[in-house]
Structure formats: structure tokens, C-alpha cells
């Protein structure tokens, strides 16, 4: 599959945007990203609506997600 360049460059800005609008966070997701996900690990997500009330789920990462991580890597 050959990648498109053009699609590259429009990833990368998007990229640089959402870092440049929310630097808190993206620094957060760089930071757990990168430092490793192990089996175990627990991810807990809550969003907010405005006038709704706010939604959680949570995960635990498990063997298979990390398998799954691992051959996405390998696809880039």
C-alpha cells in the first residue's frame, strides 16, 4: 500500500492544531502513549456535554490490545 504524501502533510497539520489548541492534553497523551500501556492497565474516559450529564466507560487493557497496538505500529 503506498502512502500518500499529500494525506502526510494534512495529518501533521491537524496534528500541530490540536496541539496548538489543547497543549495540556496532547502533551498528557504523548506522555502515557509513550510511555507504555502494560496488561492491567485501566483507562477511564468522561465527557461532558454542555446541559447533558456526563457519560464514563472505562477498559483494562488486556494481552490481545497490546497485540492489536503492536500491529498497527508495525503497519506505519
Not at 491537524?14 to 502515557?32: C, G, I, S, T, Y
Not at 483507562?43 to 490490545?65: C, H, L, S, Y
Request: proline content about 7%; hydrophobic content about 40%; overall charge negative.
Amino acid at each position: 500500500m503506498a502512502v500518500n504524501p499529500g494525506s502526510v502533510f494534512k495529518i501533521m497539520q491537524l496534528k500541530k492544531r490540536f496541539e496548538d489548541n489543547h497543549p495540556k492534553m496532547a502533551a498528557f497523551l504523548q506522555n502515557v502513549l509513550l510511555s507504555g500501556l502494560p496488561e492491567g492497565t485501566v483507562i477511564d474516559i468522561r465527557v461532558e456535554k454542555p446541559g447533558e450529564n456526563p457519560i464514563e466507560a472505562n477498559m483494562r487493557v488486556t494481552a490481545d490490545d497490546i497485540e492489536m497496538a503492536q500491529e498497527l505500529k508495525s503497519m506505519q
